[in-house]
C-alpha cells in the first residue's frame, strides 16, 4: 500500500519542535554540508518519491525526521532555517579561527594541566595561620606585649590569589621561595628555573620570566621585544650549561667517548681525548601554542626518554615545527609555525629524533625504538 506524502509531511511536522528543542550548535555544523544540497520536491504522491521515502517511515529519530523535511521542501522554505544559515555565513570567519585551534594542538593532557596546579608546597603567604609553640621561658622573655586572654585569635595572613589549571606556573612566579629545591631550581628578580612536573626527557627544566609586562602575552608578541628576547636567551644559555653538566654526571660513566678523555687525562697525556660535547645533546625552546598560559621555555635533553612520555602529541610537540627554538626568535610575520593548527605538526607521522627512521602512526612502536636509541645514545 503507497502511502499519502501528505501524512508524512504531518508527521514530520510534529516532531518540528522537538528538533528546535533538541539541536544544539554542534548536530546544526554537523548538517552543514547536507543542508546545502536542499531542494524542494514535489510533493505529489510520486510512487518513486515514496519508495525513497518509506525506509524512513518508522524512524523518529532527529535525523530522520530531518530527513523527511528536506525530502518535502519544507525545511529549506522556513524563515527560521533561512535565519540559522544567515548566521552560520556571518560567523564563517569565527568557526574557521576555532578549527585552527582544535584540541590536536594542546600538546598537554587535562591530567597534566591539573596536577601543574596542585603545588605540593603551597605559598607562605596563602598558608593558614598556625599559632608558634609557646613555652614558660619564652614568653618570659618576649620583648613584645601578649594579646588578652579575652581574644586569642591572629590574624589571618593576606590570602593571594591562587593559581589553578592553566595558570598553575604562576604560583612559582608569585613565590619560588615556598617551594622546596626540588622543584625550583634558581630564581631572581628576573626569572625563576623549575624542574617539569611531567618531564618528557632524562633532563627537562622549565624558564619562567616574572616581567608581569610579558608573563602572560603570547610567546610571538612577548619576544619580539628585542631587549627582553637577548634577556631570555642569556637565561637559556646558561641553563643549557647546566643541563649539560647535569647529564654528563648522570651519563658520563656511560659515555665511550668520555670515557677516553677521563682515560687521556689521567694519564697525562699531553693531546687527550676530546671529551663528549653534552651541551649538543641540550634543545631549548616554546611551543608554537603553549598549554600552560604564563610564558615558560623549555630546556631539555634530547633522548625523550621519560615514563610521562606518554601521549603522541607529547613526542610531536617536540619534534616537530610546533617547538620553536628560543634562538630563532622573534619570528617573522609570515612564519608558517605562527599557525600550528594550519600547519597541523601534532598530527604529523612519527620519527625517531636520532635516526629519523618513520613509524607513521604507531606510537608503540615508535616507544619501544627510542627505548634502543637511549640506550645506544648513552654509550657514544
Same mark, same amino acid.
Given at each position: 500500500m503507497e502511502k499519502n506524502p501528505t501524512c508524512l509531511v504531518q508527521v514530520a511536522a510534529k516532531n518540528a519542535k522537538k528538533i528546535a528543542a533538541t539541536a544544539n550548535p554542534r548536530?546544526?555544523?554537523?548538517?552543514?554540508?547536507?543542508?546545502?544540497?536542499?531542494?524542494?520536491?514535489?510533493?505529489?504522491?510520486?510512487?518513486?518519491?515514496?519508495?525513497?521515502?518509506?525506509?524512513?517511515?518508522?524512524?523518529?529519530s532527529d535525523s530522520c525526521v530531518r530527513e523527511r523535511l528536506r525530502r518535502f521542501g519544507y525545511e529549506s522554505d522556513s524563515d527560521s532555517n533561512r535565519d540559522r544559515r544567515k548566521r552560520r555565513t556571518d560567523n564563517a570567519p569565527r568557526r574557521e579561527e576555532l578549527r585552527t585551534m582544535d584540541t590536536f594542538q594542546d600538546c598537554t593532557t587535562a591530567s597534566e594541566i591539573v596536577g601543574a596546579s596542585m603545588s605540593p608546597s603551597p605559598p607562605l603567604s596563602a598558608a593558614k595561620p598556625v599559632r608558634p609553640p609557646q613555652n614558660a621561658f619564652s614568653v618570659l622573655m618576649?620583648?613584645?606585649?601578649? +594579646? !588578652?586572654?579575652?581574644?586569642?585569635? $591572629?590574624? %589571618?595572613?593576606?590570602?593571594?590569589?591562587?593559581?589553578?589549571?592553566?595558570?598553575?606556573?604562576?604560583?612559582?612566579?608569585?613565590?619560588?621561595?615556598?617551594?622546596?629545591?626540588?622543584?625550583?631550581?634558581t630564581y631572581s628578580d628576573s626569572f625563576v628555573t623549575i624542574h617539569d612536573l611531567y618531564p +618528557? !626527557?632524562?633532563?627537562?627544566?622549565? $624558564?619562567? %620570566?616574572?616581567?608581569?609586562?610579558?608573563?602572560?602575552q603570547d610567546p610571538f608578541t612577548a619576544l619580539a621585544d628585542p631587549v627582553f628576547c637577548a634577556q631570555v636567551q642569556a637565561e637559556v644559555r646558561k641553563l643549557r650549561a647546566l643541563a649539560a653538566k647535569e647529564l654528563?654526571?648522570?651519563?658520563?660513566?656511560?659515555?665511550?667517548?668520555?670515557q677516553r678523555h677521563e682515560l687521556a687525562l689521567e694519564k697525562?697525556?699531553?693531546?687527550?681525548?676530546?671529551?663528549?660535547?653534552?651541551?649538543?645533546?641540550?634543545?631549548?625552546?616554546?611551543h608554537a601554542r603553549p598549554s600552560m598560559?604564563?610564558?615558560?621555555?623549555?630546556?631539555?635533553?634530547?633522548?625523550?626518554?621519560?615514563?610521562?612520555?606518554?601521549?603522541?602529541?607529547?613526542?610531536?610537540?617536540?619534534?616537530?615545527?610546533?617547538?620553536?627554538?628560543?634562538?630563532?626568535?622573534?619570528?617573522a610575520e609570515d612564519d608558517p609555525r605562527r599557525n600550528p593548527g594550519k600547519a597541523g605538526f601534532l598530527r604529523e607521522e612519527f620519527r625517531c629524533w636520532r635516526c629519523d627512521k618513520g613509524f607513521g602512526k604507531s606510537f608503540e612502536a615508535l616507544k619501544r625504538h627510542l627505548e634502543d636509541e637511549f640506550e645506544d645514545w648513552k654509550k657514544v
Open positions: 548536530n546544526e555544523d554537523e548538517d552543514d554540508e547536507e543542508e546545502t544540497r536542499c531542494i524542494t520536491v514535489d510533493k505529489t504522491g510520486d510512487p518513486a518519491l515514496q519508495a525513497d521515502f518509506l525506509p524512513f517511515e518508522n524512524d523518529t618576649s620583648s613584645r606585649k601578649t +594579646k !588578652s586572654p579575652a581574644s586569642p585569635e $591572629l590574624k %589571618p595572613a593576606t590570602q593571594t590569589s591562587t593559581f589553578s589549571g592553566r595558570d598553575g606556573l604562576g604560583a612559582y612566579i608569585a613565590n619560588p621561595a615556598s617551594y622546596p629545591s626540588s622543584r625550583v631550581i +618528557k !626527557s632524562s633532563i627537562h627544566l622549565l $624558564l619562567l %620570566p616574572r616581567d608581569p609586562s610579558k608573563s602572560l654528563k654526571r648522570r651519563f658520563g660513566c656511560d659515555s665511550a667517548r668520555e697525562g697525556e699531553e693531546e687527550a681525548h676530546e671529551g663528549r660535547d653534552w651541551s649538543q645533546d641540550i634543545m631549548a625552546g616554546i598560559n604564563h610564558l615558560h621555555v623549555h630546556i631539555l635533553s634530547r633522548d625523550f626518554h621519560s615514563d610521562c612520555m606518554q601521549h603522541r602529541k607529547h613526542y610531536n610537540s617536540f619534534h616537530t615545527g610546533f617547538f620553536i627554538d628560543v634562538d630563532e626568535f622573534p619570528l
